[in-house]
């Protein structure tokens, strides 16, 4: 079964500085993952997203995760990061079985607090 | 404006009252599922669908049942429900495979 792992709960940065956000997942071929960022009392929204090809993925905000097969990673990164970035952070593995996708599982989430 | 809607937003229920959350998309997509998400496990899925009745069970199917009589409407029926299913619940739907998921803006439901 897959499964995906955020190692880091709570993460706090400065505003200003770079951001890196774990994700490890486990699948038993070329998964399709996703990142997706839940602000307060919203829902989630798409940052990117992986399926094939070049394996560093730029997203919106100014976001890019690169898939490391070698390491079963796909973390999520921004050079400089805004206040408005503090949000619950979710790393996302697609089964490509059931339809390259639909069947979903997250991680548990990273929450990203930022200081300015 | 395409967007993925759930009512109620916000319900309070007590043991064993049926309810049904209702879920609809406008964007003719083919894909819906259905999240929870509690503090600390993320979002697991409960049920998805890949066209107009076609269902299969996420990873927490236990406790709710859901139907796909048209393709806009995916609703999440909890014919008992417990305080075990307290939580937060988000509908989903996609276009196809390939295609970006859109959340809806997540129901809050209490059973007593």
């Known amino acids: 079964a897959q499964s995906v792992t955020q190692p880091d709960i709570h993460i706090t940065v400065s505003e200003g500085a770079s951001l890196e956000l774990r994700c490890n997942y486990s699948?038993?071929?070329?998964?399709?993952l996703f990142w997706y960022v839940q602000s307060p009392g919203q829902g989630l929204q798409l940052l990117l997203k992986?399926?094939?090809?070049?394996?560093l993925v730029q997203g919106i905000k100014g976001f890019e995760a690169e898939f490391k097969r070698s390491q079963s990673s796909f973390n999520l990164r921004k050079p400089s990061v805004h206040w408005s970035d503090a949000a619950e952070y979710f790393c996302?593995?697609?089964?490509?079985?059931?339809?390259?996708?639909?069947?979903?599982?997250f991680g548990t989430g990273t929450q990203l607090k930022v200081e300015l | 404006e395409a967007q993925v809607t759930q009512n109620p937003r916000y319900l309070i229920t007590v043991t064993g009252k049926k309810l049904t959350v209702t879920c609809s998309q406008n964007m003719n997509h083919e894909y819906m599922s259905w999240y929870r998400q509690d503090p600390g496990l993320g979002l697991r899925q409960i049920y998805y669908?890949?066209?107009?009745?076609?269902?299969d069970k996420g990873d927490v199917p236990e406790g709710y049942k859901v139907s796909r009589k048209e393709k806009r409407n995916f609703p999440l029926i909890l014919e008992s429900p417990s305080p075990n299913q307290t939580s937060l619940y988000f509908c989903?739907?996609?276009?196809?495979?390939?295609?970006?998921?859109?959340f809806g803006p997540g129901t809050r439901l209490t059973v007593l």
């Open positions: 996302a593995v697609g089964d490509i079985l059931t339809g390259g996708g639909n069947k979903l599982t």
């Open positions: 989903a739907s996609r276009a196809g495979a390939h295609n970006e998921q859109f």
């Open positions: 669908s890949m066209n107009v009745e076609v269902t």
């Open positions: 992986y399926f094939s090809g070049d394996t």
């Open positions: 699948y038993g071929a070329t998964p399709y």
